[in-house]
């Protein structure tokens, strides 16, 4: 697909090179470019893999946007960001962009370092409403820039942080135009209230026919009897549609629009933009994964695949004989949901990421989805726990960053069972930084009373799933990196572990490799070489970041010339905890010489994971290197360095 000769026929997308050159097209020739933008789009992601449904959605959006206002002066903002495919295309990056989601490439969200045309990253959701107003306001103030425009899709608007970015840019009442793209689907189908207040919206009556309608009569009228008839125009508009939530939050109301016809978003997004003198809300409703069938008819309408045959849509996938550790977890919890039926699941709009997409097929009344909102599902856990009953809160690593305040105060303070299932830890791939959980270890050790468990392998992910249901008197969580395990036999059943008890996976005698979570086996493989140097090396699994296991981690430290602790994690989690126990055992006064090998302090952009890690500094040749130089065996350390591509 790569070859020049195997892309789409594209002669009018040929000569855009930035939106400028849209503003010399005619509307018939922009919807022709819109064509060609889509297939250029299929072809690309074909090649690279990534997010194509939102993508295909918004493509007719994408060229109306850039062709009606002045970027970069006037900042497009998108949310969530993995539908700015097309936006890049039209942006100076299509000769980039089958380089998406890969090592030195286009990023798979907008990002700032990348374009003057992003003006603001964006990989978690419903931050663009709150954003644009920024810009908006800045521009109030005297800042050099022009009109600000955020597109957010139905399912990030459901999210808190959106209605209180509503409510503000309302009250503040200066111009600011928001694009509410309904595609009546996020990743997952859309839930709640929102959702079905859009559909409404969406069902009745075209609702700016109404209004247009009623504006026309009420201006025909003489003026003693306008009034009244103003006050009919309200009462129609409310047996219409139910009222209208955006407008009593004080925007104009524009909409439904089909999104997909340029023929109505032209003539809308200019009069729009020549006469709004304060918020306005435009609302479109589009189709994810529009124009491509194999995307379409798939259950996510193509949020997230692979690379795949353009002609079938076929995804491109290496064979594995090993389950994903996502798999792993949700078949472990329905295994312990059939005999517990006080275990219940929750996760915000991502059932299929999490695999409780699984766990609903069985138990469709004990799962819950929240939808975009990690702040309510960690406090909805937190009111199940009190309760009594046993809730598992499944969440990937980053977004469970946004519900923190509520994981501090709301769980931890009241010393709630609430079991954080935590998923995406370490680093990703292809979705890079927003997406890489490097922090949760940090940020849930410092909490008092909290087990933070960390899974080797897929085994153990089952047994850890199994201690978490059993603690019932404070709060925990265990955490697993994307993709698949590493092929071990899986267990019958999990069993509980014994708490704050790790393992010896391996005895040596010299140094001591003791690592949290899915290092281990780069841990094994660095032992080999040191064995093979005459350093017989003892290999340890601590399970547990915390409570830690004190007696493992003395013993190790006593009975070994140098100790290298192997995370996952930013600094300042299981690392600096060993550290803070030797030093106040004065274990550090023995001479002990000790490495802790953590992520490094800086984002690391998307890659493989293996390049990824190697980058990190945390495979095994970096691990030789460290306990080299911790014995003070410095060519060694260095010539493994070199080996290591330092």
Request: charged fraction near 25%; hydrophobic fraction near 45%.
């Amino acid at each position: 697909m790569s070859d020049t000769h195997d892309r789409p026929h594209t002669p009018l997308l040929d000569r855009v090179r930035t939106p400028a050159d849209l503003k010399s097209l005619t509307d018939a020739e922009l919807e022709r470019l819109a064509h060609e933008l889509r297939q250029e789009t299929i072809s690309a992601v074909s090649v690279t893999g990534g997010h194509l449904g939102a993508g295909l959605g918004v493509v007719e959006l994408t060229v109306a946007l850039h062709a009606v206002f002045d970027t970069p002066r006037d900042k497009l903002i998108w949310d969530v960001g993995h539908q700015c495919y097309p936006h890049k295309i039209l942006t100076g990056r299509r000769d980039r962009i089958r380089t998406l989601r890969m090592g030195g490439g286009l990023s798979g969200f907008t990002k700032r370092a990348e374009s003057e045309y992003d003006p603001f990253g964006a990989g978690h959701s419903s931050t663009s409403i709150s954003a644009a107003l920024g810009f908006a306001m800045a521009r109030e103030m005297g800042a050099d820039t022009g009109d600000a425009i955020a597109v957010i899709g139905d399912g990030a608007m459901s999210a808190g942080m959106a209605f209180e970015a509503l409510n503000n840019a309302g009250h503040l009442g200066r111009r600011l135009f928001v694009i509410l793209n309904d595609n009546e689907m996020s990743i997952a189908p859309p839930v709640g209230a929102l959702s079905s207040y859009l559909s409404r919206l969406y069902a009745e009556a075209p609702f700016q026919d109404l209004r247009a309608a009623a504006k026309q009569a009420v201006g025909l009228l003489p003026e003693p009897f306008r009034e009244g008839a103003r006050r009919a125009k309200e009462m129609l508009k409310g047996m219409a549609v139910g009222g209208t939530l955006f407008e009593e939050l004080g925007f104009s109301y524009i909409g439904p629009l089909d999104g997909h016809d340029l023929r109505q978003l032209l003539p809308v997004l200019r009069t729009a933009r020549a006469r709004a003198d304060g918020p306005v809300l435009i609302h479109v409703v589009t189709q994810k994964g529009k124009g491509f069938a194999p995307a379409e008819n798939a259950p996510d309408k193509g949020h997230a695949r692979g690379k795949f045959d353009v002609v079938t849509g076929e995804q491109k996938k290496a064979p594995s004989n090993a389950p994903s550790y996502t798999k792993v977890f949700a078949r472990a919890l329905i295994d312990e949901a059939e005999r517990d039926p006080k275990i219940v699941a929750v996760t915000a709009a991502m059932p299929d990421g999490t695999g409780l997409d699984l766990f609903a097929g069985r138990f469709p009344d004990r799962c819950f989805d929240v939808g975009i909102a990690e702040q309510h599902a960690v406090t909805f856990c937190a009111g199940l726990a009190a309760a009594g009953m046993r809730p598992f809160c499944a969440i990937y690593s980053t977004f469970l960053q946004r519900g923190y305040d509520q994981v501090v105060h709301d769980v931890a303070v009241q010393r709630l069972p609430v079991r954080f299932a935590i998923d995406r830890a370490g680093l990703v791939g292809a979705d890079g930084p927003t997406h890489a959980g490097a922090f949760d270890v940090a940020f849930l050790s410092n909490l008092p009373g909290f087990v933070v468990m960390a899974a080797a392998d897929e085994a153990e992910l089952v047994h850890m799933v199994a201690t978490a249901r059993a603690l019932d008197d404070r709060p925990s969580a265990f955490r697993y990196p994307r993709g698949e395990g590493v092929g071990v036999e899986l267990p019958l059943h999990g069993a509980p572990l014994e708490i704050g008890r790790g393992r010896v996976v391996k005895e040596g005698g010299r140094v001591a490799l003791l690592s949290l979570g899915a290092r281990l086996a780069e841990c094994l493989r660095a032992a080999e070489e040191l064995d093979a140097m005459g350093l017989p090396c003892t290999v340890a699994d601590a399970r547990f970041a915390k409570p830690l296991d004190r007696e493992l981690i003395l013993r190790l430290a006593r009975e070994h010339a140098a100790l290298i602790t192997v995370e996952e994690g930013a600094t300042g989690g299981f690392g600096a905890h060993v550290l803070h126990l030797l030093a106040a055992e004065g274990a550090l006064d023995r001479g002990l010489r000790i490495r802790t090998l953590t992520l490094p302090d800086r984002f690391i952009d998307q890659d493989s994971p293996e390049r990824m890690y190697d980058a990190a500094g945390l495979t095994a040749p970096h691990i030789v290197s460290a306990a080299l130089g911790a014995l003070g065996r410095g060519d060694e350390a260095r010539a493994a360095a070199r080996a290591a591509g330092r």
